[in-house]
């Protein structure tokens, strides 16, 4: 079968989750005999033909020129490359950005268009009303003409499934229990086995960044509170400068390479989880992987992964109490949370578990 992966900032993955799972997802299943393919944006690793058994097709995207909007081009070309080079199945990896081109090839034909809907894109934050409203419509014009959509959470296919009377198709993302720990990082960052707070994720007001900030300074817990993610933006610069005095709070930056990430996981004495709008989030899984102790936003797509095994807040009064008292709710309930974390990755979120799913959903829709 020949496929298709469009929607991405490319492989090797330097930015995030639908990268992240771009880079698994396709060389699984090349792996198992696929022809895959992965779009790249013109300017990210120019170099690669090929990746493994995973083929690399660069396309001009001006992001550099234009900004945000380049994504549309960049969609839209990928789309217009990739119907005309006999694919079996076009993966689009989200929506917001590329469902305006979906016109370009005609529902039922192949190729086939499969849409990872992502979380509830028109609620972030960071968007203003406009923006959200034409977010929303490209949501209902993905649904419409997509041939197959996908939900990777529970409670996102809940919700698609009851608002455009659709059978959306539950496929998550995957994770691995941790094997690989590279503890040098933490030398690197001058911190301490369960000395620390730990946040990893995109600096963005979804993320609830600043509500994190808010209940570390209001706990004052005694640890620092290491954020991991690319501080450049300007949301991010606004938090170092309402929290400078704080010596506590420390941007470090994105930090790639897995071993690393998962030795911050397993050694943090917390790994707060404050993204409210996603589906079910890379990081989330890989923190559950680790044997992060897990304090998570209260919303139906955190719950839906994590059930009882964590500890959950709602606003920064709550997670200020969680954090004044973390060493002892750890003692008391960090070693069964743990366990049911572990035994729900190997059950529910391997990635070879996840890469078979995958395999046998695409040979029924092309058959």
């Given at each position: 079968m020949?496929?298709?992966?469009?929607?991405t900032?490319?492989?090797?993955?330097?930015?995030?989750?639908?990268?992240q799972?771009?880079?698994y997802?396709?060389h699984g299943?090349a792996?198992?005999?696929?022809?895959?393919?992965v779009?790249?944006?013109?300017f990210?690793?120019?170099e690669l033909?090929k990746?493994?058994?995973?083929?690399i097709?660069?396309?001009?995207c001006?992001?550099?020129?234009?900004?945000a909007f380049?994504?549309y081009i960049y969609d839209y070309?990928c789309?217009?490359h990739?119907?005309?080079?006999?694919?079996?199945i076009?993966?689009?990896?989200?929506?917001?950005?590329?469902s305006?081109?979906f016109?370009?090839?005609?529902?039922?034909r192949?190729?086939?268009i499969v849409?990872n809907?992502d979380?509830i894109?028109?609620r972030?934050?960071?968007?203003?009303?406009?923006t959200?409203?034409?977010i929303?419509?490209?949501?209902?014009?993905?649904?419409?003409?997509?041939?197959h959509?996908?939900?990777d959470n529970e409670?996102?296919k809940?919700?698609l499934?009851?608002?455009y009377?659709?059978?959306s198709?539950f496929?998550?993302?995957?994770?691995?229990l941790?094997?690989?720990?590279d503890?040098t990082v933490?030398?690197?960052?001058n911190?301490e086995?369960?000395k620390f707070i730990?946040?990893?994720?995109?600096?963005e007001?979804?993320?609830?960044?600043?509500?994190?900030m808010?209940?570390?300074?209001?706990a004052?817990p005694?640890?620092?509170l290491?954020?991991?993610?690319?501080?450049?933006?300007?949301?991010?610069r606004?938090?170092?400068?309402?929290?400078k005095?704080?010596e506590?709070i420390r941007?470090v930056g994105?930090?790639?390479?897995?071993?690393k990430?998962?030795a911050?996981?397993?050694t943090a004495?917390?790994?707060?989880?404050?993204?409210?709008?996603g589906?079910?989030?890379p990081?989330?899984l890989?923190a559950m992987a680790?044997?992060a102790?897990?304090?998570a936003f209260?919303n139906l797509?955190?719950?839906s992964?994590?059930?009882?095994?964590?500890?959950f807040?709602?606003?920064a009064?709550?997670?200020?109490?969680?954090l004044?008292?973390?060493e002892?709710?750890?003692?008391e309930?960090?070693?069964?949370?743990?366990?049911?974390?572990?035994?729900?990755i190997?059950?529910?979120?391997?990635w070879?578990?996840?890469?078979?799913?995958?395999?046998?959903?695409?040979?029924q829709?092309i058959?």
């Amino acid at each position: 079968m020949k496929l298709a992966i469009l929607g991405t900032r490319g492989i090797p993955n330097a930015y995030g989750g639908f990268e992240q799972f771009a880079e698994y997802i396709s060389h699984g299943l090349a792996d198992i005999g696929h022809d895959v393919t992965v779009y790249n944006p013109h300017f990210y690793k120019p170099e690669l033909k090929k990746i493994g058994k995973v083929n690399i097709v660069h396309i001009y995207c001006p992001e550099h020129r234009v900004g945000a909007f380049a994504h549309y081009i960049y969609d839209y070309l990928c789309l217009k490359h990739a119907v005309k080079n006999d694919f079996d199945i076009i993966y689009e990896a989200g929506y917001a950005t590329s469902s305006l081109s979906f016109g370009l090839k005609k529902r039922g034909r192949k190729p086939y268009i499969v849409t990872n809907m992502d979380g509830i894109e028109w609620r972030r934050d960071k968007w203003n009303s406009a923006t959200k409203l034409f977010i929303k419509y490209a949501e209902g014009l993905a649904i419409k003409r997509s041939d197959h959509v996908v939900a990777d959470n529970e409670g996102i296919k809940t919700y698609l499934d009851n608002k455009y009377d659709v059978n959306s198709n539950f496929l998550p993302y995957g994770a691995d229990l941790a094997t690989n720990f590279d503890y040098t990082v933490l030398r690197d960052l001058n911190i301490e086995k369960d000395k620390f707070i730990l946040v990893i994720a995109r600096i963005e007001p979804e993320n609830n960044i600043h509500l994190i900030m808010n209940a570390y300074a209001v706990a004052n817990p005694g640890y620092p509170l290491i954020i991991v993610g690319n501080h450049t933006g300007r949301y991010a610069r606004e938090l170092e400068e309402q929290f400078k005095e704080n010596e506590g709070i420390r941007f470090v930056g994105g930090v790639y390479d897995k071993a690393k990430l998962d030795a911050l996981r397993q050694t943090a004495l917390c790994y707060i989880h404050g993204h409210k709008v996603g589906g079910t989030n890379p990081s989330l899984l890989e923190a559950m992987a680790a044997d992060a102790f897990i304090i998570a936003f209260k919303n139906l797509f955190n719950g839906s992964v994590l059930n009882s095994h964590a500890l959950f807040f709602s606003n920064a009064k709550d997670l200020a109490e969680l954090l004044a008292n973390i060493e002892g709710i750890k003692r008391e309930k960090g070693e069964s949370h743990s366990a049911y974390n572990r035994e729900i990755i190997q059950k529910k979120y391997s990635w070879e578990n996840i890469i078979d799913q995958y395999d046998q959903f695409f040979k029924q829709i092309i058959s």
